[in-house]
């Protein structure tokens, strides 16, 4: 018998506030408080946050710096890790200094075309 799932309601329902798109590079993530790295890789990118996959990961909550390095450019921004599952952390930005925000910008324009 096949059930039909009940509609999510739209209180409930996850809002993102821009596009993600798929993005494979290289990424760091340290803990800002104990300066644990964590390499990794990006799995999607958006102008307010990335998905990062890696061995290990932090708990959702944890203050981080993401360093992404793609083609030759780098961006580097303050976070806080969104949520965390085995293997992969959704990494939400707080803080990006003028020229990460451009190079982001550049990387998202890209993605867009």
Known sequence: MDEKKPPVSPLFAPVRRAKRYGFLASAKVTDLQSEVHLQGRTTDLSLYGCGVSATE?????TRVRVTVSHE??????????????SGDMGIAFVRIERDDQMTLEKWISELSA
Not at 57 to 61: E, L
Not at 74 to 81: N, S
């Open 72 to 85: 030759g450019a780098t961006f580097t921004a303050i976070g806080r890790v969104a949520y965390a599952t």
């Open 57 to 61: 990961h932090f708990p959702a909550g």
